[in-house]
């Protein structure tokens, strides 16, 4: 039989008949590699990211999808994690922060910039922004100052190092689009 | 771990239905950022959550044939608001759920969601009444259909009978056919907030662009559910396009609305709002119609 790309696995909502309480096994990609696990449906997908993964850059912040500490990319689109229940990401692509790092521990562009740039301050809202950073620098578009500005607004950073962030996330969307400019321009010749 | 009782994840809108009736104490949860958030703060402890949010088959917005705008209950905010064909007829409604919460919020928070909470709010919902969109709800007797003034029963509560769910959102050629609007959301800050009042409005004018045809103005928060504010825009119709009979429809909204004192904001200064950002929305509802004032 041929192999399908992709399957799209559905399953079911099983109850334990002792405890009663209710798993399903969610099986998805998280940061490029195939992962399954049993959770328990009460759960946030934030709760099964830190718990079963030890995806630790996923933060515990509002927990009411106000702060965006949690933020992760579910196919490509910016979600609060803590409200987005964990039986939900059956088949989806998750990312994380820690998916950014490089084959040997190399720190990506945002990254960088966030260090260069002062943006880190307490460090707790960081990976969130981050995250929402990759999905804005990914659309490949040029943005101004005051769209970036909204599409970071779903994130609360209380050491208020807002401007600092924006410049970090302005100077490697300009870097990447430069450098793309470039690359068009060698095929070009 | 939210504080449940037991979650049934539908497989299709008859399935939802179906486990609906089977369970009928449970909630309908769709992209979550009300229940889930209600659910933490320790309301609904212990509840039974019928999930809709794989539903895909309700996702999307349609051009029917007979021209009518379909948008699936479960489309995300920020899925109307990139959608071509939301942008092409009935922008307003695009650029109004782009003022909800924040990107990540935009991202799950459904318009059929939006709706359904029955919030006054909801900056969906003004855009909507304006819009006259028609609710489609699915039941146990089928697929019924009702105007948006009709859905709201009181703050908090639609008319979503036993076993129903909200399946689409409805807007008709001849409601959105030669209309421009405008929404204007009055909050504290410019993201992650809630209306103080919101105003979305829409007009058709004349081959000359002279005339109102037809004034069409709607109201989040100037009510305890979102409202159309039926006196000034009779008073509306007909007016020839000036700034005098804007200020003259903007001042009849007192006819109609009835907002309260809140935390938010007093009865007196959302009762000023509610005339000035009528007025306002008028005004670039007439620019985008082509008209001058």
Known sequence: MEEKKNPVMKHAVMTDPGSGKQYKLVRCRINGVERETMVDVRASLT????????????????????????????????YNSCIYLAVWADGKDIRTLEGLMGPNGELSDIQQAFIDEAAVQCGF????????????????????????????????????????????????????????????????? | MYDMKALYEAESVQDAVRLLEE??????????????????????????????????????????????????????????????????????????????????????????????????????????????????LTGPQGVRLTPIKDFYIKAGKVDLRPAEIQTGILIRKESYEGYAGHYIKYAMRNAMDIATLGCSVNVKLSADKKVFEDVRIAYGVAGPVPMRAVH?????????????????????????????????????????ISKVLCKRALREAVLRAGGAV
């Open chain 2, 232 to 272: 000034a825009e009779e008073a509306g119709r007909g007016l020839e396009v000036t700034d005098g009979n804007i200020e003259k429809i903007g001042d009849t909204v007192l006819e109609d609305v009835t907002p309260r004192d809140s935390w938010r904001a007093s009865k007196a200064f959302r009762e000023h």
């Open chain 1, 125 to 189: 809202c960081t990976p969130g922004v981050i995250m929402s950073a990759v999905e804005i620098l990914e659309s490949g578009k040029e943005y101004t100052r005051d769209e970036l500005r909204k599409l970071l607004s779903g994130h609360l950073c209380r050491c208020t190092g807002y401007e600092n962030i924006l410049n970090a996330v302005e100077k490697t969307m300009k870097k990447r689009l430069s450098e793309k400019e470039a690359a068009a321009g060698q095929t070009a010749e």
């Open chain 2, 23 to 136: 369970h009928p104490e449970a909630q309908i949860i769709a992209g979550g950022s009300d229940v889930l958030v209600q659910m933490r703060e320790g309301k609904r402890a212990g509840v039974e959550l019928v999930s809709i949010y794989g539903l895909d088959e309700l996702r999307g917005v349609k051009l029917e044939e007979d021209g009518t705008l379909r948008i699936g209950s479960l489309t995300s905010f920020s899925h109307i608001t990139k959608d071509p064909l939301i942008q092409k007829y009935i922008n307003v409604l695009g650029e109004a759920v782009d003022m909800v919460g924040g990107p990540q919020i935009r991202n799950i928070g459904t318009i059929g969601g939006n709706t359904c909470n029955g919030v006054t709010s909801a900056d969906s919902a003004s855009t909507l009444h304006a819009w006259d969109a028609v609710i489609e």
């Open chain 1, 47 to 78: 709760d099964m990211l830190r718990n079963d993964y030890s995806l630790s850059s996923v933060k515990k912040g509002c927990e009411v999808g106000e702060c965006g500490a949690c933020n992760v990319i579910i196919d490509g689109e910016c």
